[in-house]
């Protein structure tokens, strides 16, 4: 069986530590424009505060027609101490996960299923999430590959696609060899002390892997403030925390995960990109090409000057 491609907005928001407000950030998120959530099975996420901002921002307002399709959900399952077999942890994780993000269909605009993905669903009524992805790889390779044979059952009915998060690139290429379900998404920080983890990075992009980078802004001061990205934020007219979100995208096949709290910042981070892309499909390319070619140089990434 190969993976079920879904499409992956750029910029996902993340829902990490949000504690008793996570609902209303995720309300307010969505009337903000972001079409992906990011959460996960853990105790610094709350899967509940996800799930009820997203009812609440459908039930405010039905008539805004947003089909299941148009929103991208994800979450993941957190390896966790436990007398219960591997298995059986993830299809426990996996029931509370559905119940937990699960929205009435009424809620969504109706939409012409195919006809395959009816049969998949079990007549097409059945809630589904977008990607799964284990939190992080176990110690041993073979409970790993045991909690991901656990997902695959999923797949692609209840769960679309499958990922993993905090990979290191010699786990990844082997669970890449041996998944019957092959990884769509890789969710790693973008952290200088783990090398911005260029090679997992480019492993993904040449497998058309997604790349989803964590901790973008707060781990990376010294390149928020750094010459390429002050030239394309000059350029464009945008932040330095846009315009280094922008250059990050531009590395291809990479989303970014954004979990501003600020209402304004939302708007901002979500118009900021593309009006980058345009300043850099225009005008601006000569600059935003340097500027590009200059940033890669410094992740270490091939593609760089």
Not at 9 to 18: D, F, H, V
Not at 109 to 118: D, I, L, N, V
Not at 138 to 143: G, K, L, N, T
Request: aromatic share 8%.
């Amino acid at each position: 069986m190969t993976n079920t491609v879904a499409p992956i907005p750029r910029l996902i928001y993340g829902t990490a530590w949000k504690k008793s407000q996570t609902a209303p950030l995720v309300a307010s998120a969505l009337s903000a424009g972001f079409r992906a959530l990011d959460t996960a099975a853990s105790h610094h996420y709350s899967e509940e505060g996800v799930g009820a901002g997203l009812r609440a921002w459908l039930a405010q307002n039905p008539t805004h027609g947003v089909p299941r399709s148009a929103l991208y959900i994800q979450t993941k399952f957190s390896p966790s101490p436990s007398a219960l077999p591997i298995p059986d942890q993830v299809h426990a994780s996996v029931a509370s996960s559905l119940n937990n993000l699960s929205v009435p269909g009424n809620l969504f605009a109706r939409e012409e299923a195919p006809a395959a993905a009816k049969d998949e669903d079990g007549g097409g009524g059945g809630f589904y999430l977008d990607c799964v992805l284990l939190h992080a790889p176990y110690p041993s390779y073979a409970d790993t590959l045991l909690a991901w044979r656990a997902l695959e059952s999923y797949v692609p009915s209840r769960i679309r696609t499958l990922g993993i998060s905090n990979v290191h690139l010699d786990e990844l290429r082997a669970l890449c060899a041996d998944a019957a379900v092959k990884p769509v998404v890789v969710q790693n920080r973008l952290n200088p002390k783990e090398a911005y983890n260029t090679p997992v990075r480019v492993f993904c992009r040449e497998r058309g892997i997604n790349f989803q980078s964590f901790w973008t802004l707060t781990a990376n001061p010294p390149l928020v403030r750094g010459e390429a990205v002050a030239r394309v934020a000059e350029g464009a007219g945008v932040s330095n925390e846009v315009a280094m979100y922008a250059l990050v995208l531009g590395l291809r096949g990479v989303s970014v995960l954004d979990g501003t709290t600020n209402e304004a910042r939302m708007k901002e981070d979500l118009e900021g990109v593309e009006k980058v892309a345009a300043w850099a499909e225009g005008h601006g390319a000569g600059v935003w090409e340097r500027s590009l070619a200059a940033f890669k140089s410094v992740l270490g990434d091939p593609e760089g000057a």
